[in-house]
């Protein structure tokens, strides 16, 4: 039987990833991130280890010695951790961290990814265990949204589009065609209740996946934790990028999202 390892993070994909990696054929074999990753992936996957997320060289000892050639990541791993956490890099990690020209996301995970296949370990795309939960272009719910908030939609995409290509962040919120709020290293839901405390109301966010979007890593993902956030300072859409980025247990938000008038729309520029 193939192996594949899953490096773990937060939310409900790690699971979701594992499922329909075992409906493949594979064993799966998880490094659960301590304090980020579910305290149930152990029921999900073939085996587990718990691991500090700094512990780069202990992460990759464990997936050599469960002889794991294939990896995926999938989860989110706040950026956030290197700056106000005490969690202590190992000296792998901070040989890496200091071997960089810069803290983007996309340098990390790429130094990551090439570090993984120093030793062997080649890095899947995230997308190729989660196809069932890519974004579907239309609106999902059964509000839709106006043709002002779709305006806002078309005048927030080529920004956002733009702070994604300088790596910034993959989110942005809008009202009445001006900029609330861009997603920098707090994440898409701190960006949210931000901009939408500035917007007042009928804020739209727009999650779009960068224009050199690497599947292995940091896929645009949305859930019900985005959800609460929109919920929380009375967003009115969300607009999330079709085909490139994943809808986490869908039929439960959509459902969540009708109930408070929310308008969810996989949107396709072209």
Known sequence: MKKLGLIAGSGALPAAVAAEARSAGYSVAAIALQHLADHNLGSAVDE??????????????????????EAVMAGKVPKSLLYKSRIVPDLRAVKLLFSLKDRSDDAIMLAITNELEKEGIRLLKTTDFCKGLLTQAGVLTKSKPTEAEMKDIAFGWEIAKEIGRLDIGQTIVVKDRAVMAVEAIEGTDEAIKRGGKLAGSGAVVIKISKPQQDMRFDVPVVGEDTLKAMIEVKARVLAVEAHKSILVVRDAMVSHADKASISIIGYDRS
Not at 48 to 69: C, N, Y
């Open 48 to 69: 587990i280890s718990w691991v500090s997320v700094g512990k780069l060289g202990v992460i990759i000892d464990t997936l050599k010695k469960a002889g794991v050639k």
